[in-house]
Nanobody
Framework: QVQLVESGGGSVQAGGSLRLSCAAS????????MGWLRQAPGKEREFVAG????????SYADSVKGRFTISRNNALNLGYLQMNSLNAEDTAVYYC?????????????????WGPGIQVTVSS
């Protein structure tokens, strides 16, 4: 069955960096666009970044542009989210998700597969 598993989360001080990874199995990863989404306590799930199935197109939420970078390695079935200059507002559970389409989407309901999520906590 399809599995997406996030890793690399944890606690960091404001201004620090983390790199999240998403390991995919049970699907032809290169046929799926990938997204990273997050949900903070008491808030709705929101789009963070997305990447097309070949890595040629990326998109970002305005709140993370210039700080976060999404990438992927289809040969290894891995996706990444490099997060720099983290601040307290970035504290959330982060999810990787996949949709069988070329391009990513900021609409979370179109993603077909989800990882269980991983906590990122930024202390100020």
């Amino acid at each position: 069955q399809v599995q997406l598993v996030e890793s690399g989360g944890g606690s960091v001080q404001a201004g620090g960096s983390l790199r999240l990874s998403c390991a995919a199995s049970g699907l032809i990863f290169s046929n799926y666009a990938m997204g990273w989404l997050r949900q903070a306590p008491g808030k709705e799930r929101e789009f963070v970044a997305g990447i097309s199935w070949n890595g040629g197109t990326t998109s970002y939420a305005d709140s993370v542009k210039g700080r976060f970078t999404i990438s992927r390695n289809n040969a290894l079935n891995l996706g990444y989210l490099q997060m720099n200059s983290l601040n307290a507002e970035d504290t959330a559970v982060y999810y990787c998700a996949a949709r069988r389409a070329y391009g990513p989407s900021s609409v979370y309901s179109v993603y077909e597969y989800w990882g269980p999520g991983i906590q990122v906590t930024v202390s100020s």
